[in-house]
C-alpha cells in the first residue's frame, strides 16, 4: 500500500515563505510525473507544479517565479518551496505521483494534503 504524506503547511504572513515536503511510504509506488495540486475554499483543485522524472518542471502562471518544485530520492519524494507568499495562495496543497503512458494516467496517488494560510 503506497501512503503519500505532506508536511510543512502552517500560517504565514504575506511576502514570507514556506518548504512542504511529501514523502512517500510503502512498495509498488511507480511514477514518472510527480506534481503539486491546491484547492482553495470554493474553488476547483489548481496544478500548482509538475516535475518529470527527467527533471522538466512546469508551473501555473500564477505561481512562477515565486515556487521552486524538486525533487529528493533520498528522505523525501518531493519539496516545493514557495517565496513570497500571497494571500491567493491560501490553500490545500495535495502531492500526487502518476505514472503515465503518452497521456493516459496509469497510476495515481494522492498525499491527503496539507493547509496553507497566508496572513495579509
Known amino acids: 500500500q503506497v501512503q503519500l504524506v505532506e508536511s510543512g503547511g502552517g500560517l504565514v504572513q504575506a511576502g514570507g515563505s514556506l518548504r512542504l515536503s511529501c514523502s512517500a511510504s510503502?512498495?509498488?509506488?511507480?511514477?514518472?510525473?510527480l506534481a503539486w495540486y491546491r484547492r482553495a475554499p470554493g474553488k476547483q483543485r489548481e496544478l500548482v507544479a509538475t516535475i518529470t522524472n527527467g527533471g522538466s518542471t512546469d508551473y501555473a502562471d500564477s505561481v512562477k517565479g515565486r515556487f521552486t518544485i524538486s525533487r529528493d530520492d533520498s528522505k523525501i519524494l518531493m519539496a516545493l518551496q514557495m517565496n513570497s507568499l500571497k494571500a491567493e495562495d491560501a490553500a490545500v496543497y495535495y502531492c500526487?505521483?502518476?505514472?503515465?503512458?503518452?497521456?493516459?494516467?496509469?497510476?495515481?496517488?494522492w498525499g491527503q494534503g496539507t493547509q496553507v494560510t497566508v496572513s495579509s
Open positions: 510503502g512498495s509498488g509506488l511507480r511514477f514518472n510525473a
Open positions: 500526487n505521483a502518476a505514472l503515465y503512458s503518452g497521456r493516459t494516467r496509469l497510476e495515481d496517488y
